[in-house]
């Protein structure tokens, strides 16, 4: 469940492996994957939850309109996964509500 030929980010050609880790587990990318391409492939679909009644999100529009799959990614909160692409040893985050800063970000 890769994407291949993204709409916004054009074709992912790269077949280098990198790892991202998402929330502690290491998780296996294609060099030029998203986040959220990268998450789907292995398995996790579940990036949030929102801030008023705690319902679960994840990738929806998948070209970065809806902010569905906002997560922290090295300590920043709502990142769209679903337009950033991975680079190895990035650290993601499931976000509760609007998402909270890293201490000493």
Request: net charge neutral; proline share 5%; hydrophobic share 35%.
């Amino acid at each position: 469940m890769r994407v291949k030929d993204h709409p916004i980010l054009g074709k992912n050609e790269s077949s280098r492996i990198v790892t991202i880790y998402v929330d502690g587990r290491p998780v296996e990318a294609w060099e030029e994957d998203t986040i959220a391409s990268a998450m789907l492939a292995a398995g996790m679909r579940i990036c949030r939850e929102t801030p008023r009644t705690g319902e679960a999100r994840g990738v929806f529009c998948g070209i970065g309109q809806c902010t569905d799959c906002v997560m922290q990614v090295d300590g920043i909160p709502n990142i769209r996964t679903c337009i950033t692409p991975v680079r190895e040893g990035m650290d993601v985050r499931f976000q509760k509500g609007i998402g909270q800063w890293r201490s000493g970000s």
